[in-house]
């Protein structure tokens, strides 16, 4: 079952970022899909995004952007892929990007401080 989750994952993510291309929200900026965690059961699916800029405001207002367009995008996931279910579809700002940033910036001030000595 693991092989076959992780290609429907990949699948609906596929087909997800694609429509978001035909989207004409203004609360969609610069929105990428980075993940999808299907269910086994296939019912539920949890989409991860980034947007830039990466600040709490543009998560919320893309958040909520995609809450809007979540029953077109179901509907393009229930016409494009042959599924038992269509999955209800959740999103996640995915904090990952940030937080490898963020690490970044603290590994390159280390590294800065300790040339130092």
Same mark, same amino acid.
């Given at each position: 079952?693991?092989?076959?989750?992780? #290609?429907?994952? &990949?699948?609906?993510?596929? =087909? %997800?970022?694609?429509?978001?291309?035909?989207?004409?929200?203004? @609360?969609? $900026?610069?929105?990428?899909?980075?993940?999808?965690?299907?269910?086994?059961?296939? #019912?539920?699916? &949890?989409?991860?995004?980034? =947007? %830039?800029?990466?600040?709490?405001?543009?998560?919320?207002?893309? @958040?909520? $952007?995609?809450?809007?367009?979540?029953?077109?995008?179901?509907?393009?996931?229930?016409?494009?892929?042959?599924?038992?279910?269509?999955?209800?579809?959740?999103?996640?700002?995915?904090?990952?990007?940030?937080?490898?940033?963020?690490?970044?910036?603290?590994?390159?001030?280390?590294?800065?401080?300790?040339?130092?000595?």
């Amino acid at each position: 079952m693991g092989q076959r989750l992780a #290609r429907v994952n &990949e699948a609906v993510k596929e =087909v %997800l970022a694609e429509a978001l291309v035909d989207l004409k929200d203004p @609360r969609l $900026g610069f929105v990428t899909l980075t993940e999808v965690k299907t269910s086994p059961d296939l #019912r539920h699916a &949890e989409v991860f995004f980034t =947007v %830039l800029p990466d600040d709490v405001e543009s998560q919320a207002t893309t @958040r909520e $952007g995609l809450r809007s367009a979540a029953p077109l995008l179901r509907r393009e996931l229930g016409t494009q892929l042959r599924l038992k279910h269509t999955p209800d579809l959740h999103f996640t700002h995915d904090p990952l990007p940030a937080q490898g940033r963020r690490i970044e910036t603290l590994l390159r001030g280390d590294d800065a401080h300790d040339a130092g000595r």
